[in-house]
């Protein structure tokens, strides 16, 4: 379970009889925070309601209101907590940091995936949005993706040139990753993600594949 769900379940558990007002600052943010994602996970966006997230929180609508004027802006201050950065790994290798990624994006985001296609799809019809719009909103304006942060190492180490890319042949593993889980709603097998890289992404950079076992 998130450390900070496991901290707010025992808030709840303590000062919903004792008065939710005594919780100030972060700590109600965090309670906030936690009910919403309990919320939007077990009732979808249509039921990401103010009055769901604060009778789950034991708090008040104001207090919401307060901090997120708008639904949309408590939906993604919500997921931004736990939507968290996927580990890069740095290996000295290309191949090895992509395939370690997407493995470790495997790990974690195929329930996420699963989760936000399915219980945010009202969301996404209602502002006209994707996944992808989401993703984007979700990261720091300027900062690199996954990808292009491996790209960049390999041309710093000199295994790539250093020539301009688009960032659709950049950021294809993933998306091809992503692809996978949608269309499967589970884990993607190592076989796959090993030619996602192999098969698809080095021969569009103009590496070999690494050869047979």
């Given at each position: 379970m998130n450390p900070q769900r496991e901290r707010a379940a025992g808030e709840r558990g303590t000062t919903r009889d004792r008065g939710a007002s005594r919780r100030r600052g972060s700590e109600l943010e965090d309670a906030i925070l936690d009910a919403a994602w309990e919320v939007l996970v077990e009732h979808g966006y249509h039921g990401f309601t103010y009055e769901a997230v604060a009778a789950r929180a034991g708090t008040s609508r104001p207090v919401l209101y307060?901090?997120?004027p708008h639904r949309d802006d408590l939906l993604l201050a919500t997921l931004a907590t736990y939507w968290r950065p996927i580990a890069i790994p740095d290996t000295g290798s290309l191949r090895e940091d992509a395939i370690g990624f997407l493995r470790n994006a495997d790990a974690d985001r195929a329930g996420m995936i699963t989760l936000m296609s399915v219980q945010l799809g009202d969301y996404f019809r209602a502002t006209g949005t994707s996944l992808g719009e989401l993703r984007d909103a979700l990261l720091a304006p300027g900062q690199a993706t996954p990808?292009?942060?491996?790209?960049?190492r390999a041309v710093g180490r000199g295994e790539l040139p250093d020539v301009p890319r688009s960032s659709r042949i950049v950021n294809l593993p993933l998306d091809l990753l992503r692809h996978d889980m949608f269309m499967t709603m589970r884990a993607v097998p190592?076989?796959?993600?090993?030619q996602i890289v192999d098969e698809v992404w080095l021969p569009l950079l103009a590496l070999p594949a690494a050869p047979p076992a």
């Open positions: 307060r901090r997120w990808f292009e942060i491996i790209v960049g190592e076989e796959a993600i090993t």
